[in-house]
């Protein structure tokens, strides 16, 4: 039986401090957005990965996610993880030398394999950093492409059905193959959101892709206590399946803030039987990600003015999945009331 306090116990925290977190209890991952690559592995008795998200000069932090209760850590086929008896964490790394789409299924896999035998099988957040992302594949394709292939693939022999995929991030990096880490939880608490103005990414045309993209628009999980926590993906100028403002980057910012705006709204809710009124003021834990990193002060000049003051709001210069788009934005609302 799952109780309010253990579920309202995870929580989200961008710490600028050098050195990451401290030895406190209750940590259940750490991962630093940085200039280097580093593990996965466990590392003060919690998971730890460091990731090349700019360059030297960039803002680095650490995204931090506690869990109320004593932890258990441990590593399996390369991959560090933990769990707390509600959630698990978990980060890997591959794809540095073999094929992409096999190396990410064949990672992939292994985490299935870990969420299930600890029994945490019902995914609700996962995030993918992909080194040279829009590079060509050499097959007329790119490397996004090879990965959807992958993540794809996985899914598929995992059994988990389109209606099923979680909120995800797939963006760039600086180096450290395909980066991936996730959030999963022993009880099936998650609803999984499309978003009216995009079509599924799982239905993309195949223009975009031999596997279209695994992911949902976001990922609720329910309370006891009626309140909850929903995950935003990494979204997008995407209006249906097309990039819109190519080029543009203060209209692509909109677009994503407005793409947003209406997947966390009344209405949208609503039709997940959720009974919450969400705007953009009631996010946390952002990222804003900006391909190109003079683009960064538009980001932040319209961004400063949607979200609230005291959100956690960090500006990452890497790559986007498509060449096109110049921007992308997830998000946290971290205690969802009813409405
Ligand atoms: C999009 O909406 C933009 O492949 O996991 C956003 C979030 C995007 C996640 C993924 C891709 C992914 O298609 C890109």
């Known amino acids: 039986m799952i109780t309010a306090t253990s579920v309202a116990?995870?929580?989200?925290?961008?710490?600028?401090?050098?050195?990451?977190?401290?030895h406190d209890g209750g940590v259940l991952g750490a991962v630093e957005y940085c200039d280097r690559v580093?593990?996965?592995?466990?590392r003060d008795g919690r998971p730890f990965m460091a990731m090349p998200m700019g360059d030297e000069d960039m803002t680095r932090f650490t995204e931090v996610w506690r869990a109320g209760t004593s932890v258990v850590t441990g590593q399996h086929r390369g991959l560090a993880y933990a769990c707390d008896g509600e959630?698990?964490?978990?980060c890997g790394r591959t794809g540095e030398d073999a094929d992409l789409a096999t190396a990410t299924e064949e990672a992939y896999l292994a985490a299935f394999e870990v969420v299930r035998l600890l029994g945490y099988p019902h995914l609700a957040r996962m995030w993918n950093m992909v080194h040279g992302i829009n590079d060509p594949d050499g097959r007329g394709g790119d490397v996004y492409g090879r990965f959807c292939q992958g993540r794809a693939m996985a899914f598929e022999r995992g059994g988990v059905p389109p209606g099923m995929l979680p909120a995800a991030t797939c963006v760039g990096s600086h180096g450290g193959g395909v980066a991936f880490y996730l959030l999963a939880t022993r009880t099936p608490r998650a609803v999984h959101i499309e978003n009216p103005r995009q079509t599924p990414a799982y239905r993309y045309p195949p223009k975009y892709g031999v596997k279209a993209p695994s992911f949902a628009r976001a990922t609720y999980l329910a309370a006891p206590d009626g309140t909850g926590r929903l995950f935003v993906s990494g979204t997008a100028s995407i209006v249906g399946s097309e990039t819109v403002h190519v080029g543009d980057m203060a209209r692509q910012t909109t677009t994503t803030l407005e793409n947003i705006a209406v997947l966390v709204g009344r209405e949208n809710l609503s039709r997940y039987g959720i009974d919450a009124d969400l705007s953009l003021r009631d996010l946390d834990g952002v990222k804003v990600y900006v391909k190109r990193k003079a683009d960064i002060p538009v980001a932040r000049r319209i961004c400063a003015e949607v979200f609230g003051p005291s959100a956690a709001v960090a500006y990452v210069n890497v790559d986007i999945c498509r060449d096109d788009l110049l921007v992308e934005i997830e998000a946290v609302a971290p205690r969802v009331r009813p409405a």
């Open 9 to 22: 116990d995870l929580e989200c925290g961008f710490e600028t401090a050098a050195g990451g977190p401290g």
């Open 87 to 90: 959630y698990l964490f978990l």
């Open 38 to 42: 580093g593990g996965p592995i466990v």
